[in-house]
Each structure stands twice: as C-alpha cells, then as structure tokens.
C-alpha cells in the first residue's frame, strides 16, 4: 500500500523505540505517583508541601518544557549530587534515560492524583481490620490498601498512560531516534512528508488502540473478584 | 520504599553512564544537512562531514565514535555538557560562538546566499514584506534577525525543513550558507529554484568546536587536519562531495 | 542562574507568551463549536449518527498532536492539487495551520468531555421535559445542554490547559509562541537551563490565572447549586 523506499526498517526500528519509551516512562512514573501519593496523603506537612508543589508545577508546564529541562538541567543536578559525594567523573544521562524520566515525571504529576484518589477510597473499616489482625503498617500497604488502589486507580491510568504514548512523540525533539525522529529522516531523503508523517500516525494509531484493548481487558481481570462478590 | 527507590535507580541507571575523560573521542554531528552530514538508511550518519571526522580520527589513531542525530540549535549546548566532545557540524566560526567554545583552525569555507523560485523576480536588495527562511541558530538566522528588519522572518529546527516550505512556496526566500544550497538546487525537489543577487557574507569559516578546556585536543585535531590536507585525503573525500576546492 | 539575562529576556519572553495566549484562546472557541455538534451526534442512539463523527475523535485522540501538526503542515505541501487550490493562500499561513489543527485536537477531546456529560444528564428531566410538550430542539437547548455543559465544566476546564502546554508544539513549524522565543533566544545565549527555567515559570503563571478565573465560572453557573 505504501512504498517506504527503503526506509521500512528504521520506521519499524522507531516504532519499536516509541513502545520501549512510553513502558519506560510508565515504570518511572508508576513509582513517581505512589511517591506523590504517599507524600500528600502523609501526616507531615512538609511531605504534603513537596507532593503538592510537585503535581502544581508539574502539571503547570508544558511536557515538551519537562522533556528539555530534564535533557538539559538532569545532568547538572547529577553531577552536582556526584561531586557532593565525592566522584570526580562526569555523569552522563543519554537520550533515553532523560525521555524516560521527563515523561514519568509529567505522567506521575497526574498519577499522583489518580492513586491519592483510589488510595482514599479503600474503606477505612478493612485498615481497621488489617491493624486488629496486628499487621504492621508496611504491611498494610502492601496487602490491604496497595491491590485495592490499583484496581480502583486502573480506569485513570489507562487514560494516563494514552496520554503518556501520544507523548513519547516529544522525545523526537531531543533526537532520540523513535517514530516521529525517524520518520523525520524518511522524510529529509525522500522530500515526501505526508507519506511518512501518514504512516507514523497510523503506526500511533494502531498502538493507542491495541493498549486501549488491553487496557479493557486489565480492567474486567482486574474486576473479576468484585463481579463475583456481586453476583 | 527502599525496594521502590532500588528499582527507580536500576531503571534510570540503565541510561546513566560515568564517562572517563579517557574513553573515546565522540564527535557530535546534526544529520540534517546533506551533503555535509545526513542520516541514511540503515540509520547511520553519512557526508563531508562525517568522512572528515574519520579521517581526522585514522590520522590521530584515535578511536571515535558519531553521536548523530542532534538537534541543531542546542548542539553547543551538548558540547558544553559533554554529551560529545568535538562537533564537526558544518558549524561557522563566528564571534558568538567563541564566547561559548573554541574552533579548531577552519577546514572548509563558505558564504551566505539566497535562494528563489526561477523567475519569481525577486529583488534581493528589496525584500520588504516577503517571507524569509532560514534555520534557527545558524549565521543566516542571525543575518535575517540582524539586517532584514522587515521581512516576514521563519525560523526552522533543520534545514530541511527550510527546504520543504522553500519547495511548497510557504517561504519565497532561503537564506542559507551556499554549499548545502547548491547541493539542493541539483537535487530533484531542488530544481526550480537558483540563487538570487551576490553572496552575502564572504569570509565564513567553517571549524570544529570543542570546549574550551579541551586545548589539547584542539591542538590535536588542528594537526591532524594539516595532515590530511597535506597528504591528499582531504582533496579525495573534497571531490566526492563537490567538482571544485571548498578548502 | 544567570539572573540578568533572565531579565534581560522577559519583554521578549512576554511577547511570545501573548502569542500562546492568542492561539490558546482562539483554538479553543473553534474547537467548542466544533465539539457541541459532534457530541450531540456521538451521544445519539443511531448508530450511523453516532459512530460517522468516531472516526474523527478516534484520529485525533489517537494520534500525537505532534504527528498531526506535521501531517498538515508539511504534509499537505507534498500535493500539488493542494498547493494550486484556491485555499492555499490562506493554509500557508504556519498560523492558520495552527490553529486549525489546535481546534480539531481540541475539539475532538472537547466532544468526547460533552457527550459523557450530555449521557449522564438524570433521565428524569428528560422525560419531564417531553412530558410537559417540550420539542426536541427545545429539551436539548434548554435542559441537556445548559445542563451537559455544567457537569462538564471542570473536565472541560482541564482540557483547556492541556491545550495551553500541547500549544508549546507551534514553534516545530515556525511560529514564535512563548517556546519558540525561548528557542530562538537560547540560540544565541546558549543559556538553556534559564530560558527553560523562565518559560516554565511563565507558563506556570498563565495556568495559575486560568484556574483562578475558570473557578469563578464555575461558580457563577453552578450557582444555583449553592
């Protein structure tokens, strides 16, 4: 149907770096939410203070500006933290590294708020049940409250993470080689922009979908314990 | 939360790396900037550029490695971060620039010109009103910024880009450095379009940059260079690229 | 930080921030005029009526804004059929390319907001609405809409500031919005960190003023809540 000219296998390559970048960006951002979650939900104010500043301006700047502060500012703030600890050498982020942080960070903004909500949502009488058992409260977390959240948190993560794929296309600005980059060099040989850009966005398409499939199969296996109880 | 922060680290430290000043020499280059440096097809960069990197590089006995590709307008940025450790980017030697880096002696040299559609009758010493191009952080920009007050300035990411909305009309004047210029008007898309009035900045030199500090390996590459122009490479991988001298 | 450059830079940085503003704004009327009819049309129970406009939500939610800037932009250049027609005087313009696609994308995720909103409206009201005579067109522009928009109003106000921060992509094709001068001041500054840094505040600044008057809005209509 298209004719890549030769250039198929390096957009097959982005493709594959698109889908590398965005499971990246959603583990650090998976952990950048719990975090902002833990730290706004805490009984101490200064933790509730950083959570609240970081999902503010976080969530304020666009994630282009995210990407590029990290690319550029990551390094320095390693480096000063390096020398502090006494390493002389130079720490390097490469591209990868710096989408993948810059798109967890934005994306754990809005998780933050996702699992603060479905953290609170848990029925305080089953904690109170956890705590006459005698469980600790690590394990609380981790038995009672964390697999609960997550069901409760999947419908807005799903969303979340939709987002997070359309954003990967960001990290072409900082010439990391996916979809868009790739594409873009297709584009420079062949002078034939609304072949590629077509084939990129129906390559998008195509992923958003597969995972919004995958996303309402995650929820019903996620339900299924629920759905019983009810029925 | 220590298993948390474990793995957070694992996961970001896959991309960080300490880099030891003694590893090899990476050479930072754009690959958007044909026939001086492009991205082919099996994704690896390619051009006068890149051929005189590596002769530079067989000539030192040094082992090297391209970084490409990078966005031009923060390419000195990168230098400066040490993502690379010497651009060879078709990069002019300019003032602005060395209050940022330092330039190796030139190894090809320039001029600024501007490119039209034939026959559109454009006067170049009138450009009031028309819409100029030129790609963001180069010598052109900052002529276009510096001497053509009221024009309609466009400013791209990569000079292809320029290229695409000089082809579709978006754009009815290139200012642009005249080499990568004369390589478009022979191509395809190029073919329409020829240069208009004289060149505009006629001493641009064109020199590899590395940072400041780095005195020792600018001495080095500046040695290197004089051997392989005096050795014949230079003219080889010259008349590869083009039918005359650029040195 | 380099603080004087950082002053040095603001009247610049403003200019461009007034930029964003104009085509943050002006998007986002197009893009809810695009989006009142295309939800009226997904929320309908005809299946031909409702999933025609899919196929224009389902590119523009799920595609990158970047792809589709591109796409129209640079992409549409490549036929000469487009080139000589009689609306390329006007689709040149980087500005109106803009625009055009901002309001689609936003429009497209503005549709989806409403027809949510205008399928939880309580049947109650519907039925009391035809119960006292009122015609379709009537029910719909005095009970489901006023009352649609309403619930919507917070969703809705989010995705206005995710088309504020999704606007930082009009500098990839030329335009001089507040991330393009940032871009086209670090080019010769080499100061990236602090550019960033003073976009990001300004930026910041714009959704802090957005949120404070889109609560008064909200407020105001939701007034009879109180």
């Known amino acids: 149907m298209f004719d890549f000219q030769g250039f198929g296998p390096q957009i097959a390559y982005g493709a594959w770096m698109t889908i590398q970048v965005a499971f990246g960006g959603l583990l650090i951002g998976l952990v950048f939410g719990l975090l902002g979650a833990g730290a706004k939900l805490s009984p101490y104010a200064f933790l509730r203070g950083i959570g609240q500043s970081y999902t503010t301006v976080v969530r304020g700047i666009p994630e282009i500006l995210i990407v590029l502060l990290v690319y550029f500012g990551g390094e320095d703030i390693l480096n000063r933290i390096g020398d502090q600890l006494g390493y002389d050498g130079y720490i390097e982020i490469n591209v990868f590294a710096a989408g993948i942080t810059a798109l967890g960070v934005s994306f754990g903004a809005y998780a933050t708020e996702v699992f603060r909500g479905a953290i609170q949502s848990v029925p305080r009488g089953q904690i109170e049940a956890a705590i006459a058992c005698g469980m600790q409260s690590h394990q609380i977390f981790w038995r009672i409250t964390l697999p609960q959240a997550m069901r409760l948190a999947l419908p807005g993560l799903g969303n979340l993470f939709q987002c997070l794929l359309k954003d990967t296309s960001l990290v072409s600005l900082i010439s990391l080689p996916e979809l868009m980059r790739n594409s873009g060099i297709a584009i420079a040989n062949t002078k034939e922009p609304f072949t590629f850009y077509f084939i990129a966005a129906l390559i998008y398409l195509t992923i958003t979908s597969v995972v919004l499939l995958g996303q309402i199969y995650a929820e019903k296996w996620a339900n299924k314990g629920v759905q019983r109880a009810n029925s | ?247 | 930080m380099n603080w004087e450059e950082i002053f040095i830079a603001l009247p610049k940085l403003w200019d461009g921030a007034l930029v964003t503003m104009e085509l943050v704004l002006i998007s986002c009327l197009i893009g809810f005029v695009i989006a009142v009819p295309v939800a009226l049309m997904r929320a309908s129970n005809n299946w031909w009526v409702s999933n025609v406009p899919l196929i224009y939500t389902f590119f523009f939610r799920g595609t990158p804004l970047l792809v589709q800037l591109f796409l129209f932009y640079y992409g549409a250049a490549q036929f000469d059929a487009v080139r000589d027609s009689m609306f390329w005087p006007i689709f040149k313009e980087a500005y109106v390319c803009a625009l055009v696609v901002f309001a689609l994308n936003t429009g497209a995720y503005t549709a989806e907001i409403f027809r949510g909103a205008i399928q939880t409206v309580p049947h109650g009201e519907i039925e009391a609405g035809i119960a006292i005579g009122m015609t379709k067109p009537t029910l719909y522009r005095r009970i489901v809409l006023p009352r649609a928009i309403r619930m919507a109003l917070p969703a809705y106000g989010n995705e206005i500031i995710l088309m504020l921060k999704s606007s930082a992509l009009a500098y990839t094709i030329t335009l001089l919005d507040l991330t393009g001068v940032t871009r086209t001041i670090i080019a010769r500054n080499y100061l990236a960190i602090e550019m960033y840094f003073a976009a990001g505040v300004i930026y910041l600044l714009l959704t802090f003023v957005f949120i404070q008057v889109w609560m008064r809005i909200e407020k105001r209509l939701m007034r009879f809540q109180a």
């Open chain 2, 1 to 247: 939360m220590k298993k948390i922060a474990i793995a957070l680290a694992a996961v970001i430290g896959l991309g960080v790396s300490m880099a030891n000043a003694a590893d090899k020499l990476r050479i930072g280059t754009e690959g958007a900037y044909p026939p001086f440096n492009g991205i082919d097809k099996e994704g690896k960069a390619f051009g006068f550029d890149v051929d005189i990197a590596n002769a530079l590089c067989a000539e030192m006995k040094a082992e090297c490695e391209i970084v490409a590709p990078l966005e031009w307008d923060s390419i000195i940025i990168g230098l400066n971060k040490k993502k690379y450790d010497a651009i060879v980017a078709s990069m002019s030697i300019t003032e602005e620039r060395k209050k940022a880096v330092a330039f190796t002696d030139p190894y090809y040299s320039n001029n600024l010109t501007m490119v039209a559609k034939k026959g559109a009758n454009i006067d170049p010493n009138n450009l009031k009103g028309k819409s100029v191009g030129a790609q963001r952080a180069t010598i052109s920009a900052n002529y276009v910024t510096d001497n053509m007050k009221d024009v309609d300035a466009k400013l791209y990411d990569t000079q292809e880009n320029a290229y695409l909305d000089l082809a579709s009309g978006r754009v009815e004047v290139l200012v642009s450095d005249k080499l990568p210029a004369y390589d478009w008007l022979r191509s395809e898309q190029g073919a329409g379009f020829e240069f208009i009035g004289d060149a505009i900045d006629v001493n641009d030199k064109i020199g590899i940059a590395v940072r400041k500090k780095d005195d020792d390996l600018r001495m080095k590459l500046n040695a290197a260079l004089k051997a392989i122009v005096a050795n014949g490479t230079y003219e080889k991988i010259n008349a590869k690229y083009f039918p005359f001298s650029i040195f």
